[in-house]
């Protein structure tokens, strides 16, 4: 259920920066990682949803998910980024998706198109 895509943009890094918040705040997108050339977000958490890293009785009972509907599971993506020539504007961009561990995917080929539609989302926000 690991999907990749990559793809060019001439973009300066602001400007990527500027479009990729306004990709989280459409979709409503959590950043859980933003460094320098790596962003991850979680996309489709049902409300309530809480990630515990609670072990023993305490963390199970505190870990309860809320339901999504079977083709809904929340995506992880992880856009690594990287500009192979200082000088020019061009940003190399590999995109990750997969699901979390406490919503693992019933469909396969849905799962994939969910993947490349996001995917597809991406790249206009980026412009490319």
């Not at 895509?5 to 990729?20: I, N, S, T």
């Not at 339901?67 to 020019?88: F, R, T, W």
């Amino acid at each position: 259920y690991h999907v990749i895509h990559q793809f060019g943009v001439m973009l300066p890094e602001r400007m990527a920066a500027a479009k990729l918040r306004g990709f989280v705040e459409d979709f409503a997108a959590e950043v859980v990682t933003s460094e320098p050339g790596l962003i991850r977000l979680r996309l489709g958490l049902p409300a309530g949803y809480h990630h515990s890293k609670g072990s023993g009785i305490l963390g199970w009972l505190s870990n309860r998910r809320p339901a999504v509907p079977k083709g809904q599971e929340p995506i992880e993506v992880e856009l690594h980024m990287d500009k192979p020539d200082p000088a020019q504007a061009l940003l190399h961009v590999v995109v990750s998706f997969r699901p979390l561990n406490d919503y693992p995917p019933k469909d396969r080929n849905l799962w994939q198109s969910r993947c490349d539609k996001v995917y597809t989302i991406l790249k206009q926000y980026l412009g490319a």
